[in-house]
């Protein structure tokens, strides 16, 4: 697609003008590249020229949507959400931060878990590795030390506090890293893969998790 536009450019553009002073080869030539054109779907020229909506809502999964929003603030339950996405996910995309911020959320609206961000976050912490999200029990400190990442994914957090992020994963309550393979992964429901993720939602069979 950009190789025909390129083509066209320097065809029109940049050929020196002794090679259009031929009116035979001038027509030649435009008859080329309209026929070049007319084989090209009027939909993707569209695209070329009209950035796509990602989302209904307006939501784009890239850093440099994220760092054209404001700067996110809130209360406790936004920075438990923040922090999660920092220590669980900001190395992702993120496309696969919010698919992480999801999960929680859909923890907290789950009668199988706390009815709060920062109690579904902490769920299980004070026994080293018997938590939920490793981060908060694995006896390291949790010390922001990327400030711009965390700013990105608290902007995450607040925007799916705020109900304005479309659904991703299906409703899944459980994720792992494709470097690991749980047992209750076994059991449960994948509902999708986004980026080094793997989601899924509860069944009726029991699990360990």
Same mark, same amino acid.
């Given at each position: 697609?950009?190789?025909? &536009?390129?083509?066209?450019?320097?065809?029109?553009?940049?050929?020196?003008?002794?090679?259009?002073?031929? $009116?035979?080869?001038?027509?030649?030539?435009?008859?080329?590249?309209?026929?070049?054109?007319?084989?090209?779907?009027?939909?993707?020229?569209?695209?070329?020229? #009209?950035?796509?909506?990602?989302?209904?809502?307006?939501?784009? &999964?890239?850093?440099?949507?994220?760092?054209?929003?404001?700067?996110?603030?809130?209360?406790?339950?936004?920075?438990?959400?923040?922090?999660?996405?920092? &220590?669980e996910a900001r190395g $992702?995309?993120?496309?696969?931060?919010?698919?992480?911020? $999801?999960?929680?959320?859909?923890?907290?609206?789950?009668?199988? &878990?706390?009815?709060?961000?920062?109690?579904?976050?902490?769920?299980?912490?004070?026994?080293?590795?018997?938590?939920?999200?490793?981060?908060?029990?694995?006896?390291?400190?949790?010390?922001?030390?990327?400030?711009?990442?965390?700013?990105? #994914?608290?902007?995450?957090?607040? #925007?799916?506090?705020?109900?304005?992020?479309?659904?991703?994963?299906?409703?899944?309550?459980?994720?792992?890293?494709?470097?690991?393979?749980?047992?209750?992964?076994?059991?449960?429901?994948?509902?999708?893969?986004?980026?080094?993720?793997?989601? !899924?939602?509860?069944? !009726?069979?029991?699990?360990?998790?």
């Open positions: 697609m950009h190789r025909l &536009f390129v083509t066209i450019i320097i065809s029109v553009f940049l050929l020196p003008f002794a090679a259009l002073a031929n $009116e035979d080869q001038a027509r030649a030539l435009l008859r080329t590249e309209t026929k070049g054109l007319s084989s090209v779907p009027k939909d993707h020229l569209q695209n070329m020229i #009209v950035t796509p909506v990602v989302s209904g809502s307006g939501v784009q &999964f890239s850093r440099a949507w994220l760092d054209a929003q404001p700067k996110a603030k809130g209360d406790a339950q936004w920075k438990c959400l923040s922090e999660a996405l920092y &220590f $992702e995309t993120v496309k696969g931060q919010f698919a992480v911020a $999801e999960v929680i959320m859909n923890r907290v609206k789950s009668t199988r &878990f706390p009815t709060s961000l920062c109690g579904v976050i902490n769920q299980g912490t004070g026994k080293k590795y018997q938590c939920q999200f490793t981060y908060t029990c694995d006896g390291h400190a949790e010390e922001i030390g990327e400030p711009t990442a965390y700013a990105r #994914v608290s902007k995450v957090a607040r #925007v799916i506090i705020d109900g304005k992020s479309p659904a991703l994963t299906n409703g899944a309550t459980h994720y792992h890293t494709t470097a690991v393979n749980p047992r209750w992964a076994k059991v449960y429901t994948k509902t999708a893969r986004i980026g080094v993720h793997i989601f !899924y939602r509860h069944t !009726y069979r029991s699990a360990s998790n």
